[in-house]
């Protein structure tokens, strides 16, 4: 179960790493205001916000990825509690999206599956 779960967790962290890309080293580019629907102008007027919002993703991922070196280092307990604390920012982060923004619904759930079922996977093998 663990294995499975490390497995979501780095792709987890491999989407959130790709999305610090995104906002914090692509954010003006054509490609990323079309995939965010932004146009130059408001990308311009958003790159500072965008720029700290993808550290926070990045971060997010590093966490993830931290808590899987633990664990396959045979540190399970410290890779668990650090799998569950990246994975479930990012979930909650997704959440909050969906919540606020209903209209980027596709966007939240691009961010918040893969650490919900890392986390659920986590949780699983933890109880038995």
Do not use: D
């Not at 890309?21 to 958003?46: D, H, I, K, M, Y």
């Not at 280092?73 to 569950?84: E, F, I, N």
């Not at 606020?100 to 996977?121: M, W």
Request: some cysteine; glycine content about 8%.
């Amino acid at each position: 179960m663990l294995t499975a779960a490390l497995v979501f967790a780095a792709l987890a962290a491999l989407v959130h790493v790709y999305i610090f890309v995104l906002e914090s080293l692509r954010w003006t580019a054509p490609a990323t205001r079309r995939t965010f629907g932004t146009t130059g102008q408001e990308a311009q007027a958003t790159k500072e916000l965008a720029f700290n919002q993808g550290f926070y993703n990045l971060f997010l991922a590093v966490v993830a990825l931290a808590g899987i070196i633990a664990a396959v280092s045979g540190h399970h307990a410290v890779g668990a509690a650090l799998v569950l604390a990246g994975c479930g920012s990012m979930l909650a982060a997704g959440l909050v999206l969906l919540i606020s923004s209903p209209t980027k619904a596709r966007a939240a759930l691009v961010q918040l599956t893969l650490p919900l079922i890392a986390v659920v996977l986590v949780l699983v093998g933890l109880a038995v």
